[in-house]
């Protein structure tokens, strides 16, 4: 263990998720903007935004295994050069697909770092400092989704998109430079095979599913019941391969512990909430009241700053509370805040909508305590495998959220791709339909997070 402060590594580990949470939120103000420059390649705006998180999520289970099989320093620093690559790339596109592969190529990385900082966390910290560990790096989350909006506004109205990649990697390219103060964490000496079979499913299944999810409103019938089959059929081929394998990609055993599935189940949904809340307000600032960009971005700071608040001290609150408490408490609040909004009107946010979004915003900032809570069941030596899932969740929760309201509007109309084709009165009947479906994940985060235990609680006799 190097003799740096565990805390300063901290700072270094979160430096890079800051990155990948920019990389999503400072592109969200560009959407448009980059939709006017490629109006060739039909929803560019949007795929700018799914890709990225498709690819994290598809490649997350790969990053974990060579990571507990070849060192999470050596992972971290090529996680960090792929990533630096790609964001450099998206900024000098001169076609449409040729963003899109850059893009790729970020989410290539990103699939590599956040399993990466996960993992980093739960090895360099131990006892009563991981829950305040897992809370500052949260922060880090917070700090790029509450200045990645407003950041992505400021430099729409001064430069161009094109800026938004290179600035969103800053944080990374200083990571990078002092990769080397890091712990190695080496793997041990005997190394178990890799499932490349089962890889390959975990790979493929989260695109196939994001992809028709994005898609769903513009397939045909015919094609969503092809996607759904394959989609039922790789499920049930992989749950067959988990049983035949002798070292599979994701032990059987933990996949059917609660004291995993839940936290991660929650994880899920609240990530999903966000992402979807995030698209849905700054559609209504910036397509119903009419806001510019940075206006539109500005408007988000009350949801956005109360995420970060919760992230600062969820960790303290957790310790004090236990997470059970916590999380039923914050799904409660989001719940009245998304039954609020339901009323909201055309021409501004009256003082109880921006209480009901800061309600919203408390509960997306409570995630890392779920995080470690499922990562708990991973070993030492498989922490990286244990954060590559966790980040597997988180992204399918992410690009979930975001492909639900493209989804919706689609529905609607075949032509909406983030624009302002569709008058305001309909835009704001979608904005309750999509609230409306939202209040289903409450309340399913609602029993769930009743049923949660944490570490110091005694175990049940019976699950």
Same mark, same amino acid.
């Given at each position: 263990?190097?003799?740096?402060?565990?805390?300063?590594?901290?700072?270094?580990?979160a430096?890079?998720?800051?990155?990948?949470c920019?990389?999503?939120n400072?592109?969200?103000?560009a959407?448009?903007?980059?939709?006017?420059? !490629?109006?060739?390649?039909?929803?560019?705006?949007?795929?700018?935004?799914?890709?990225?998180?498709?690819?994290?999520?598809?490649?997350?289970?790969l990053?974990?295994?060579l990571?507990?099989?070849?060192?999470?320093?050596k992972?971290?620093t090529?996680?960090?050069?792929i990533?630096?690559?790609?964001?450099?790339g998206?900024?000098?596109?001169t076609?449409?697909?040729?963003?899109?592969?850059?893009? +790729?190529?970020?989410?290539?990385?990103s699939?590599?770092?956040a399993?990466?900082?996960?993992?980093?966390?739960?090895?360099?910290f131990?006892?009563v400092?991981k829950?305040?560990?897992?809370?500052?790096?949260?922060?880090?989350?917070?700090?790029?989704?509450v200045?990645g909006?407003?950041?992505?506004?400021?430099?729409? +109205?001064?430069s161009s998109?094109?800026?938004?990649?290179?600035?969103?990697?800053?944080?990374?390219?200083?990571?990078?430079?002092?990769?080397?103060?890091?712990p190695?964490y080496?793997p041990?000496?005997?190394r178990?095979?890799?499932?490349?079979?089962?890889?390959?499913?975990?790979?493929?299944?989260?695109?196939?599913?994001?992809?028709?999810l994005?898609?769903?409103?513009r397939?045909?019938?015919?094609?969503?019941?092809?996607f759904?089959?394959l989609?039922?059929?790789?499920?049930?081929?992989f749950?067959?391969?988990l049983?035949?394998?002798?070292n599979?990609?994701?032990?059987?055993?933990?996949l059917?512990?609660?004291k995993w599935w839940?936290?991660?189940?929650i994880?899920?949904? $609240?990530?999903c909430?966000?992402?979807a809340?995030? $698209?849905?307000?700054?559609g209504?600032?910036?397509?119903?009241? #009419?806001?510019s960009?940075?206006?539109s971005?500005?408007a988000l !700071?009350p949801?956005l700053?109360?995420?970060?608040?919760m992230?600062?001290?969820?960790?303290?609150?957790?310790?004090?509370i236990?997470?059970?408490?916590?999380?039923?408490t914050?799904?409660?609040?989001?719940?009245?805040?998304?039954?609020?909004?339901?009323?909201?009107?055309?021409?501004?946010?009256?003082?109880?909508?921006?209480?009901a979004?800061?309600?919203?915003?408390?509960?997306?900032?409570?995630t890392?305590?779920?995080?470690?809570? +499922?990562?708990?069941n991973?070993?030492?030596?498989?922490?990286?495998?244990g954060?590559s899932?966790?980040?597997?969740?988180?992204?399918?929760g992410i690009?979930? #959220?975001?492909?639900?309201?493209t989804?919706?509007?689609?529905?609607?109309?075949?032509?909406?791709?983030?624009s302002?084709?569709?008058?305001?009165?309909n835009?704001?009947?979608?904005?309750?339909?999509?609230?409306?479906?939202?209040?289903?994940?409450?309340?399913i #985060?609602i029993?769930?997070?009743?049923?949660l235990?944490?570490?110091?609680?005694p175990?049940?006799?019976?699950?």
């Amino acid at each position: 263990m190097t003799n740096i402060n565990k805390w300063w590594l901290l700072v270094l580990v979160a430096l890079p998720t800051l990155s990948t949470c920019l990389s999503t939120n400072v592109v969200m103000s560009a959407l448009v903007s980059i939709g006017q420059t !490629f109006p060739d390649v039909a929803g560019i705006g949007e795929w700018t935004l799914l890709i990225y998180s498709m690819t994290a999520a598809s490649l997350s289970i790969l990053a974990g295994v060579l990571g507990d099989r070849y060192g999470l320093r050596k992972m971290y620093t090529i996680g960090l050069i792929i990533f630096l690559l790609g964001a450099l790339g998206a900024s000098f596109a001169t076609t449409g697909e040729s963003l899109l592969v850059f893009r +790729s190529l970020s989410g290539i990385g990103s699939a590599i770092l956040a399993p990466v900082a996960l993992a980093f966390l739960n090895r360099i910290f131990s006892g009563v400092e991981k829950p305040i560990a897992f809370g500052y790096w949260a922060a880090t989350i917070t700090i790029g989704n509450v200045i990645g909006p407003f950041l992505g506004g400021l430099i729409q +109205s001064i430069s161009s998109w094109r800026l938004t990649f290179p600035i969103a990697a800053l944080p990374a390219l200083i990571a990078l430079a002092f990769a080397g103060i890091l712990p190695a964490y080496k793997p041990g000496n005997t190394r178990k095979n890799i499932d490349i079979k089962g890889i390959a499913y975990l790979s493929a299944l989260p695109a196939v599913i994001l992809f028709t999810l994005a898609m769903a409103g513009r397939l045909n019938p015919s094609s969503i019941i092809i996607f759904l089959s394959l989609i039922g059929i790789g499920f049930f081929t992989f749950w067959k391969h988990l049983n035949k394998t002798e070292n599979p990609v994701i032990d059987l055993q933990i996949l059917e512990n609660y004291k995993w599935w839940r936290p991660s189940i929650i994880q899920l949904i $609240i990530r999903c909430l966000f992402m979807a809340m995030l $698209i849905l307000l700054t559609g209504y600032f910036h397509s119903i009241q #009419g806001l510019s960009e940075l206006n539109s971005s500005s408007a988000l !700071f009350p949801f956005l700053i109360s995420v970060g608040v919760m992230a600062f001290t969820s960790g303290y609150i957790c310790k004090s509370i236990g997470i059970r408490k916590l999380m039923t408490t914050m799904f409660s609040l989001g719940l009245a805040g998304a039954v609020i909004l339901l009323s909201v009107q055309p021409d501004g946010f009256r003082l109880i909508d921006w209480i009901a979004i800061c309600f919203i915003g408390l509960l997306a900032g409570s995630t890392s305590q779920l995080s470690r809570l +499922s990562m708990a069941n991973f070993g030492v030596n498989d922490s990286m495998k244990g954060a590559s899932i966790n980040t597997l969740i988180i992204n399918v929760g992410i690009s979930i #959220g975001a492909a639900y309201p493209t989804l919706i509007r689609s529905i609607v109309s075949k032509q909406a791709h983030l624009s302002n084709i569709i008058s305001k009165e309909n835009l704001l009947h979608i904005m309750h339909e999509e609230v409306m479906v939202l209040i289903l994940l409450f309340c399913i #985060g609602i029993w769930q997070a009743g049923k949660l235990q944490d570490l110091t609680e005694p175990k049940p006799l019976s699950t």
